[in-house]
């Protein structure tokens, strides 16, 4: 066990306060312990994982930015096999919400992903991933 002091500006640490109040954490070394394992769970995922996964990317773009709907839409179908399904949603007049719903081996969902949010135009990138083969478990399941 390894002991840390930690040096937080009076604003983030109300909010921390207030979090642990939403979340019922009483202690502070056990919050901080559940943000850490949650945070670096997910970067692992996000960033290291290999394998099987189902994912879902979203991002919000300007759909009057030069051809950017179509270069979305080109990216998508060259990744056919890894894009399940996408959702759009018109924000505004020129604002567009998209997710797209992704399967397959990790390593090529981070990188499509990746190539998504990095095109000029793309916002509020962000990849959540699942890691683990979809409905291959080998358990008897009863469906009535
Ligand atoms: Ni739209």
């Given amino acids: 066990m390894q002991r840390f002091t930690i ?21 502070r070394s056990e ?18 994982a290999m394998g099987p996964c189902v994912a879902n990317l979203s991002y919000v773009y300007d759909h009057h930015e030069r051809e950017l709907a179509e270069r979305l839409a080109r990216l998508q179908h060259a990744h056919h096999d890894l894009t399940i399904a996408t959702t759009h949603v ?9 997710t797209v719903m ?4 990790a390593e090529q969902v981070r990188q499509f992903a990746n190539q998504l949010m990095a095109e000029r135009g793309v916002h509020h990138g962000q990849l959540n991933v699942v890691m683990g083969q979809i409905g291959a478990d080998t358990h008897h399941h009863h469906h009535d």
């Avoid at 992704?102 to 081996?105: A, E, Y």
């Fill in 102 to 105: 992704l399967k397959g081996p």
């Fill in 7 to 27: 040096s937080l500006q009076d604003s983030l640490a109300q909010e921390f306060d207030a979090f642990m109040a939403r979340t019922g954490h009483s202690n």
């Fill in 90 to 98: 018109h924000l505004d007049h020129s604002r567009c919400l998209e």
């Fill in 31 to 48: 919050a901080i312990r559940d943000l850490l394992l949650t945070h670096l769970a997910q970067q692992r995922e996000a960033t290291q």
